[in-house]
C-alpha cells in the first residue's frame, strides 16, 4: 500500500507526537476523499514499516482513530475505514441531528428585502430594473480613480510597514482632510480629533446608539421613518417612541409632551431629505430640538446621509453647526456620495464621545482599512470627489425631474408626491393599489419596487413607497414607468 | 456692498422660502469668515435692492438671524454681525461648555497601546521596531496582486451596475471559494450558506457573542487568555469565568466544574497557538469540549485565527470538522494571511446561526466591501494566496527559530520560553525584570515593546509578553534582542 506513505508524513522533529500526527493525517485523508469509506487498511505492522515507525506508535494511531470513530477493527477481518461517516456530506454541519440549538435570541427581523436593496451578489437580478430605495448610480462612481490612489499609497514603503496596522479612529490623513470638507460644505468647525471614520452612517447609528443607551431605555424616532435604524435600536433592547413626520420634519411638541412624562436618552433625527418622506426640518424646528437637547439632557443622533445631494437651494447648515451644548452626534456617510459598496462613514461628536465611540468600534470592528481610507483621502485632496458631487448633482436633479414628470404625466390620479428638494429617490404614495399585488407582479414583468409594507404600523398603512431615480438613467426610468402604468 | 451679492443666490423656483435661503446663505459666509465678525451690515432696504427681493423678506431674514444670534440691530447704530459668535473657533465642539455630557456609559476600557499594535496612522513610530503582537509581515503582503484584482472586477459592467450594493453575508464568489478553501484546508464540509463573511475575528467574536450572551450571561474563558475578546464579552455585559490554561490549553476538568454549577452559555477557545501562551489544545480536551457542550447545552467559539501558520507538523484539524451537534461556531480571518489592514475574516456556523449573524450585522455594518470581497477570492482561484501562504510559512519558521535562537543565546537566563508550534509570536517569560520599565526605557532607544500587563489578574503577575517575529526579518529582530540585552 504505497499510497500511505504519499499520504502521511512524519516530521521527527516536531512537538506533536508522532502517533498523533499519523491520525491527523488519516483523518485529513479520509476528508478529502483519498481513502475511501468502508477501504480495508493494512495492520499496524504493515503500516509501521511503511512508515518507518515503532510499531505500538501505530497501534496507538489505531486506537486514536478508533475511539474518535473514524475507523472500525473488526476481530480476524482487519481493520477498515467507517462507512457510515456522516462528515464527507458537503452539507454535513446542517444535516446533523442538532442536540439542541445554539441558544440564540429571536431572529433580528431584518428582512433584506425591505431594508437594503435587494442583495444582487450573486445576480438574480441582472436584467431587471431597480426602484431602490435611493441610492447613487454605482456606474458613476470614480473607482478606477479610487483604486490608482490605492496603488499610489500602497507603493509607499512607509505605508507598507505601518500604516497596515490602521487605527480604530481612521487615517490621520482622511480625518484632517475630512474635517476641512466638512468645515467648508456644513459649517462644523472641527479638528480631526472630533472625527470618526466608520463603515458607512449605519455603523454610527449603531455605535452612537449603544453607547448612550441601555436595555429598556426610550428613544424617540420619527412616524414613519428610516426601519434601517429603528431595528438597531430594538436590536440593542431601546423602547421606540414616535412622534408624528409632517411636512416640516418630526413634530417638536410631540417630542417635548413625551420628554415631559419621560426620561428620554436620545432622538434620532434626518433633517435633510428625512427618510422615507424627503422632508426637510425647518430652521425653527431644529433650533427648537437643540433646546430641547439641552433642557431635557438628551443626545441627538442627526444623520444628515444626503446632504451633499440638494438640488433646489443650498441644503440647510447642520444642526451640529449650532450645536452649542455638546449634544449632537452628527453622521454622515460616502456611500451616497460614491457607492453603497465603498463603506466609508463618519460620526462627528466631541472628542470625549468620538474616544468612547473608536473604543466600541475596536471591539466590534477592530479597525478601518487604512489603505481605502488614504485612497479616499487623496480623492478628495486631488478634487475627484468635489468634481464627482457636482457631476452627480447635476444628473441626479435631471433624473428628478424626469422621473417626476414621468410619475405625473404617466401614472397621474394613480400616484401622489411632492417632488423632493434633495435626495435621490421621490416618496409616492398610491391611493388606489395593493402594493404588494404591484410588487409581485412588477417582479415577473423585470421591475423590481418595494411593496412599502416595512412604514406600516398596527394603526396606519401608508401605501407609499420611496422611487429611487439617482440610479436609473431616462430610458430606465421610462421602463420602469410603464411596467407600473400597466400593472396600476 | 458688492460683496453681498456675490455672497448671496437666491433660488426663486426653489421650495425653501427666500427669506431662509438669505438667512441660510448669511449663516454660511458668517462661519467661512466670509462675512467677518463685527461687521456692520447694510439696511434691509439696501440689501432688497442689491438682491433684488422684496424688502419684507429681508426684514424677515434679518428678524430670522437675530433670533438665531447671528447678528444684533442696535437702536439708531444699526446691524451688525455678532462679535462674541464662538462657533468660528476650530475647537468649538470641546471648547463650549457642555450643559451635560451626553449620558454614555463608561468609557470601554480598551487601552489601545495594549489591544492593538500601536496606532501608527500618523507614523509615530516611523523608524523605530516593534516587537508587535504576532502580526505578519504586511511587506510581504500580495497588495499590487490584489489591486490588480480589485481593477479587473471592478471593469465587469454587471459588478458596476449590480454588485455595488453587496450582500451583508458576502458575495457569493467569496463564500464559494472559500467553502472550497476550508474544505481542503481544514476538513470543513461546508456550503457557501455555512459562511459568513465578516471584517477580521474580532467582528465575529462580537456577532457571535452578542447573538448566544444576555447580559448577566456567564462565558468561559482561559486565563491568560486574548483580551480583545474579554473585553467585547465585558462590554456585552457577560460574566467572565475563567479556567487556568497548561499547556495542553484550556483545563477542561474546570471547564466541566463550572457547568456543573452555572447555566454557562458559551466557551471561547483559541485551540491553535492559543493568544497569549501559544500552546495548542489537545485532541482529547477538544473531544472532551465538545461532548460538554452537547450535555450541558453551550455554544463553543472556536476561535482559529492562526490556522495556516504552523511549523512543525500539520496543524490539527478544527474542532468544527468533528462537531456533530452544530455547537462551534468557527471564526477565522484572512487579516493573519494577508496583512491587518485587509479586513476580511469568516464565520462558519449551521445555516440558522449564519443568517442570526448575517442579520445582526447588518444592523452594525450594513453589508461588506463587495469588490474588495471578490478580488480576495480571485487571489485564491488564481493560487495568489496558497503560494503567498507557503511562502509565508517557510518564511515566519526561519523568523521564528533565529529570534528563539536570539533570545537563549543573548538573553539566556533573563527569559523563559517555549519555541511555539505556529503562530506568529513567542510568548517570553522575563522572570527578573520589571517590564513596564524596559518598555518605557525600550522605547527612548527606538524599540516597542510591551510591558504584558494586560494579562495580570489581582492575584497573578505574569510578567510575559508576546513578541511577534514575523514581520521582523533577521537584522531588525537583532537589533531589537541587542536593545533589551543592554536594558534587562
Redesign the interface.
Known sequence: MQLLEELITI?H????PIY??I???F??NI??GRLRKGLKLPGSREVADLLRINRMTMVAAYD?LQA?GWIEMAPRRGTFIKKDL?????????A??????????P????D?RK?????????P??GKIIF?DG?PD??L?P??EL?RS??SF?KL??H??????????????LRETLAEFL??TR?????P??ILIT??A??GI?LAAS??L??GDPIIVGEPGYS?AN??FI?LGARIHSVPVDEDGINIDAVEKLCRSKKI?MVYVIPHHHNPTTV?LT?ERR?RLLELS?KY?F?IIEDDYDYDFHY???P??PM????????V?YIGTLTKTL?????IGFM??????I??AT??R???????????ENAIAGLYKDGVITRHIKKSVRLYKERRDHLCRLLQEELGRHVSFR?P?GGMSVWTQFPHTDMVKLSRAAYGKGLIIRDGTEYDTPTRKYNSVRLGFASLNFKEQEQAVDIIKRLV
Open positions: 516530521d522533529q516536531a512537538d506533536t498523533l500526527q491520525t491527523n493525517a483523518i485529513h476528508r478529502l486514536e474518535q456522516p462528515i464527507l456530506s458537503p452539507k454535513r454541519i446542517d446533523v441531528q442538532h442536540a439542541f440549538t445554539i441558544p440564540g435570541k431572529l433580528f427581523p431584518l433584506e431594508i437594503i436593496p435587494v442583495s444582487a451578489s450573486e445576480f437580478e441582472a431602490n441610492f454605482s456606474r462612481a473607482v478606477e483604486i490605492m496603488r500602497a514603503s512607509v507598507k510597514k505601518y500604516l497596515m496596522y490602521g487605527g480604530a479612529q481612521g487615517t490621520g490623513l468645515s467648508d459649517g462644523l468647525p472641527i479638528t480629533g472630533n463603515r458607512g449605519q455603523m449603531y453607547i448612550v441601555d436595555p434601517g431595528l438597531t436590536q436618552r426637510t430652521p433650533i439641552v439632557k443626545a433646489s437651494s443650498k440647510m447648515m451640529a453647526s449650532l450645536d452649542r451644548h455638546g449634544t452626534i457607492a453603497p459598496a465603498i463603506r462627528v461628536a466631541p472628542e470625549s464621545f474616544r468612547q473604543s466600541l475596536k471591539a466590534l470592528d477592530t479597525q478601518g482599512d487604512s489603505l481605502i417632488t428638494e
